[in-house]
């Protein structure tokens, strides 16, 4: 129930903080140039709150489907206008004043996310070392020189501080489909070699049995200290319920024999795939021997190939006496990273670039068919992802609300009708035609931008409930 609350506040304040920006945008310029804004509005439908300001009388008001939103703007298109306020009026605006109005909403997104990808700079940025573990021999990762233990400092130009920094550079170079310089630190030496990411299919497959990670494709593993793996939630009808495993057991063995980390024994679960297992059980101060055969499931990885791997439904985590010796060890494995202003700003602006490309090269696939359709994700996917970086964190949420504003930036300057891009393109036609585009073909690309708008909208939708319901 928490994490319903929690996805549905982080899926308002994305909506309402992304919205709010980009019809700002809208406002703001619109104002400075002379045209008479008569509504701001976020959200769409009912108003549930307004209020009027100013010598305009502005109306600001909050609705009750927050999807949306829009600035409404005097327009002798939407009904009779004074004659003393004709010039006022967005219609009979220049047409590089129109161009500039549409054009600042995507822009708007586009300061946001840099601003809030310095502040998450800024603020710190809190990540898991990419220290890799157990590697399976002939992964593309082993091939590329790393071995267990390794800890990964750069992938092609971009240095490596986190998983989050390993898995955007690894998911650039299999988009780009490169060879990619790879560095890390092996027994404090740093070593060098080539990750070769050219079979890497990170944006092909279907939400229903594709293992998106691409850090799996590589085959990383992330390293743990020694120790047992303590079972913290166990999926009601899975293999491990009906076996009788419960939350808080601790499992010492696996088929009689010892394991060194919760991830070797995932690991060896994953490759019994149908094939009962013994798992030596401590529960309290009682020990048994539990049989479980785990359920077969197929996985798409984003490399394409297809495997075949075992889940008995059990979330598994390292025992805490193992975490404790690990600290009084030494060992780290959570990064915090702070950075000065100028630094984070710099930071941002690579972040933003780093987006921007890969956003547009998941756009091209889609146009060529090199993409799937399936990583489309509509409003219930959102939802999810704002909940999660909500619990995560203040920092993880902000790069999560940059990364968002971003993509709303980037799809509205499509150049298709309805969107702001598609008015740009017709605001440029007009430009070079020296006069509007005729109803009849403003009139017809509407309704192809509508059919291609819903279209869009019912796929990811579909998208949403197929990784809901899987």
Known sequence: MMTILMSLLGFLITI????????????WVARKLGVKVLTY????????WSTRRGPDAIEYRIAMLPLGGYVKMLDEREGPVDPAEQHRAFNNQPVWKRFLIVLAGPVANLLLALALWMLMFMVGVQGVLPKAGVLAPGSLLAQSGVRDGDVITRVGNQVIHSLADLRLAVLEGGVDSAKVPIEYEHRGAVSEGT????????????????????????????WSPPGDALIHTVLPHSPAEMAGLKKGDVILKINGASYRDPWNLIEQIEHSAGVPVRLTVQRGQSTDVIEVTPKTETQKLAD???RTIGRM?????L???AIVQAKQDGVHLLVLDRYAPLTALSMAASRSWSMTTLTLSVFGGLLTGQASLSNLSGPVAIAEFAGQSLIIGFSTFLGFLALVSLSLAIMNLLPVPLL??????????????GKPAEAAMEAFATKLGLFFLVSLMAIAFYNDMSRLLH
């Open 16 to 27: 309402a903080v992304l919205v709010a920006f980009h019809e700002f945008g809208h406002f």
């Open 41 to 48: 509005s976020l959200g769409f439908g009912k108003a549930i």
């Open 195 to 222: 990750l070769d990411l050219t079979r890497l299919k990170p944006l092909a497959g279907n939400p229903s049995n594709s293992s998106r990670d691409v850090l799996k494709a590589i085959g990383f593993t992330l």
């Open 304 to 306: 394409g190939q297809i």
């Open 313 to 317: 439904g059990a979330q598994l985590g």
């Open 319 to 321: 025992v805490p006496a």
């Open 420 to 433: 702001d891009g598609g008015h740009l393109v017709m605001y440029v036609i007009e430009a070079i035609r």
